[in-house]
Every structure is written in structure tokens, then in C-alpha cells.
């Protein structure tokens, strides 16, 4: 049980050149989420599915795009990368909360992105 | 803007002590309020979590301290490990399972 796989590790682009964000999961979950972490800036979200087939901004949507290709997988795409997208990107998991339950966000290890 | 603010951005202290983090919300519809623990080059992961109908909640040396009037919560590390350095996020949701998370705190014990 692999948990949230993300890859690449760690990429460097050029200003303007445009990459995927590849990310897996295998506990079956059916809400998957994007985050960019900066330092002082904790976690923001980006993009977030509730269930295959849907998609919904997060905080710092622009930049951008996201699809969700089946239950298991939720890519990330910059279609041309800026300086200001320098990150580490994470994806996460969950299962919705249940009545009085909790909700368990599971993380990827995260992609680092130098944008030059 | 961030929804969750945290205090202090980092801290030191002596294997045995008291690590203790602060976190402050204004939404008071949140009611789900999670800390997460990261390790140097790790994903974050849920190391504790309260809701606003309970003001403490303990889990071995990590307790979540939550005042609901003052809309603040803290964690503390108990007994303080070299083992617990990394960084603490807290964070706040309000059912929707969008979490709005602090800025986070880097923890360092020193042996």
C-alpha cells in the first residue's frame, strides 16, 4: 500500500515552458487535492476533486489547470511556468468526513519545481 | 490572506521541555481543527485533531489545547524528543474538507 505517490521528485523548468504534475493514490479515496507550500505561507490550495470527474478552484487557482483521469489519479499541469511558481507541490487524499467523524488528508512525498 | 494565523514561526528547546504553538482563526464556522507534522523532505501528516465541543484532547505527550470564546488553539509537546524537530501546521475547516492552514512552526530539540 503505496499511499499518495507523486511524481516527478524534482524538476527545473524555464520561464514559459509548461509541465504535468503526476499524482496516485490506492486507498481509494474519492477527494484529491493540489497545495503549493512557500516558506511562511504554510499549505494553499490550489485545486481540489471531490470525486472523479469534478474539479473546483482553491485559494490560488490561476496558473493552473487540473484533471482528474479516474478515481486513483489527479494531475497537475502549468501550461507556462513563471518564477512565482518555484514551489514544492503537494497532493493529498481523503475520504469525505462522516457524520461527527474526522477527515484525514494522507500527503504525497511532493514535487519540488524550480522555475528559472 | 491566510484564514489561520501561527505563532510562534520557530522554536528551540531543551530535550525534556515544553514545546508549545499557537494558532488564532476569526471563522467561526470552522469546526474541525487539525495539526499536521512534517518532517525535512515529507509530506505532512495528521498528528492530532480537535473539534470545538471538547477543549482538550491528548494523544501520549502531544496535547491540542482549544479555547472556543477566544478562537484560539495550541498544541504542546510534552517532554520534548529530538525525534519530535519538524514542522507543525495547524490548521481549520469548516465541513467542507477545504483546509486553511497556518503558516507553520519549526520545532527544534535539542539534546
Known amino acids: 500500500n503505496a499511499g499518495v505517490t507523486q511524481t516527478p521528485k524534482f524538476q527545473v523548468l524555464k520561464t514559459g515552458q509548461s509541465m504535468t504534475l503526476q499524482c496516485a493514490q490506492d486507498?481509494?479515496?474519492?477527494?484529491m487535492y493540489w497545495y503549493r507550500q512557500d516558506p511562511g505561507m504554510g499549505l494553499r490550495l490550489i485545486y481540489y476533486s471531490a470525486s472523479e470527474g469534478t474539479t473546483d478552484k482553491g485559494e490560488v487557482p490561476n496558473g493552473y489547470n487540473v484533471s482528474r483521469l479516474n478515481k486513483r489519479e489527479f494531475s497537475l499541469r502549468l501550461e507556462s511556468a513563471a518564477p512565482s511558481q518555484t514551489s514544492v507541490y503537494f497532493c493529498a487524499s481523503s475520504e469525505p468526513r462522516t457524520s461527527g467523524g474526522w477527515e484525514t488528508q494522507y500527503f504525497g512525498p511532493g514535487t519540488r519545481l524550480l522555475v528559472l | 490572506q491566510q484564514q489561520v494565523k501561527q505563532s510562534p514561526q520557530s522554536l528551540i528547546v531543551q530535550k525534556g521541555g515544553i514545546s508549545i504553538i499557537n494558532c488564532a482563526y476569526e471563522n467561526t464556522a470552522f469546526d474541525y481543527f487539525p495539526w499536521y507534522q512534517q518532517f525535512p523532505g515529507k509530506g505532512p501528516a495528521l498528528l492530532i485533531a480537535?473539534?470545538?465541543?471538547?477543549s482538550e484532547k491528548k494523544e501520549g505527550r502531544f496535547t491540542i489545547s482549544f479555547n472556543k470564546s477566544a478562537k484560539q488553539f495550541s498544541l504542546h509537546i510534552m517532554d520534548s524528543q529530538p525525534g519530535d524537530s519538524a514542522t507543525y501546521f495547524c490548521?481549520?475547516?469548516?465541513?467542507?474538507?477545504?483546509?486553511?492552514f497556518g503558516a507553520g512552526t519549526t520545532v527544534t530539540v535539542r539534546a
Open positions: 490548521a481549520a475547516s469548516k465541513g467542507d474538507y477545504k483546509l486553511s
Open positions: 480537535i473539534r470545538p465541543d471538547v
Open positions: 486507498m481509494n479515496h474519492n477527494s
